[in-house]
C-alpha cells in the first residue's frame, strides 16, 4: 500500500509518520555507510571582472567602485580580478607603495573572498613582480570548491611575458591530469582556467596550452587585458574577455565597448555566464535612496 494511501488521517498523524520513515531510511542508509550530504556540485555563483584601474594614480575608478558595491549585493561565493589593477611602470618605491596601498583600499570592501590575476600593470619586471608576491602572494595557483576546479595563470612573469611555459607550464599540466583523475560520480565537473591576456591568440599558447585544455575538457577560460567584453567558442571551449571593469574603452568602439563584470552561475555541472553592465543592480531599499 502507497505511504500517503490514507488521506483521512489527520496532517499532524503525516508529519509524524512522514518524519518516522526519514529517520528509518536514514538509519538503513548509514548503516550501509552511504553518504547522506550534499552533493559537492551543489549550484554557486562567482564573478569575474578584470582591467579595474582608473588610468590616474592612486585614484579608483568609480566604475568599479559602483561594481563592487552590486556584487557585495549579489553575494557570490567568491570574485576573481583579472588584472591591470595599478598604473604601475614606475621604478619609484614609493609611488608604488600608494598605488597598491590606495588598491588595497577597493580590496576591503569586498565581502567576499577575492582571487587575483596579475597583469602587465602589476609586474613588468623582477623587481615588481617580488613586490606583488609580497602582498599578494603566488602569482598562479589553483583551488577546488564544489567540485569544480579553477586554476590562476600568471601571464607576465618575469622573463616569460606573454607565453604559459617552464616551471608554470609544467604545474599547469600536472593539475589538469590530477583533476582528471578526481573522483565525482557520473556528473561533470567544471574546470575553469583565468589569467590576463588572452593568450589563446598566439601561436605559442595554440601550440602548447589549448591542445592540454582540450584534452582536459576544460570549460571556460576567463581573461581580461582587452578593455571591452569577446566572447569565442574553439573546439567546445569558451573563450571570454571581460576587460571592462573600470578603465577607458580600448579603440575601436565595437559592440563589446561597455563596462561591465560577469556573474557566472554553476549548477549541476553545467556553467551559465551573465554580463551585467554596472548600475542596474539596485539594493533592495532603493526607493529610500539606498
Not at 555507510?33 to 578584470?50: H, N, Q, R
Not at 599547469?172 to 573522483?183: G, V
Amino acid at each position: 500500500m502507497p505511504f500517503f494511501a490514507n488521506t483521512h488521517q489527520p496532517a499532524s498523524m503525516w508529519r509524524i509518520r512522514f518524519f518516522m520513515f526519514f529517520m528509518m531510511l536514514a538509519v538503513s542508509l548509514s548503516s550501509r555507510g552511504e553518504d547522506l550530504t550534499l552533493p559537492k556540485s551543489a549550484s554557486f555563483s562567482f564573478v569575474v571582472i578584470g582591467d579595474t584601474k582608473s588610468g590616474t594614480r592612486n585614484k579608483l575608478s568609480p566604475i568599479f567602485l559602483t561594481s563592487i558595491a552590486e556584487i557585495n549585493r549579489l553575494s557570490p561565493a567568491f570574485t576573481f580580478n583579472l588584472g591591470d589593477f595599478i598604473e604601475g611602470g614606475t621604478s619609484d618605491p614609493e609611488v608604488l607603495q600608494r598605488e597598491w596601498d590606495t588598491f588595497q583600499s577597493a580590496l576591503n570592501r569586498f565581502e567576499m573572498p577575492i582571487y587575483l590575476a596579475a597583469g602587465n600593470h602589476d609586474i613588468w619586471n623582477k623587481q615588481s613582480q617580488e613586490i606583488y608576491e609580497r602582498r599578494f602572494g603566488k602569482t598562479y595557483f589553483s583551488f577546488d570548491y564544489n567540485g569544480s576546479c579553477f586554476i590562476v595563470l600568471c601571464t607576465d612573469l618575469a622573463g616569460e611575458i606573454d607565453r604559459i611555459t617552464g616551471q608554470q607550464l609544467a604545474w599547469f599540466e600536472q593539475e589538469l591530469e590530477q583533476r582528471s583523475h578526481a573522483e565525482h560520480g557520473n556528473e561533470v565537473q567544471p574546470i575553469f582556467v583565468l589569467m590576463h591576456k588572452p593568450l589563446w591568440f598566439t601561436k605559442s599558447w595554440m601550440e602548447v596550452v589549448h591542445p592540454l585544455l582540450v584534452k582536459y575538457d576544460v570549460d571556460v577560460v576567463f581573461a581580461s587585458h582587452w578593455h571591452r567584453y569577446a566572447k569565442m567558442t574553439r573546439d567546445g571551449i569558451r573563450h571570454v574577455v571581460t576587460g571592462g571593469g573600470g578603465a577607458y574603452m580600448h579603440p575601436p568602439i565595437t559592440k563589446g565597448s561597455f563596462h561591465h563584470y560577469l556573474f557566472v552561475i554553476v549548477r549541476q555541472g553545467k556553467t551559465k555566464i551573465a554580463v551585467i553592465k554596472p548600475g542596474n543592480i539596485l539594493s533592495e531599499d532603493v526607493l529610500e535612496g539606498k
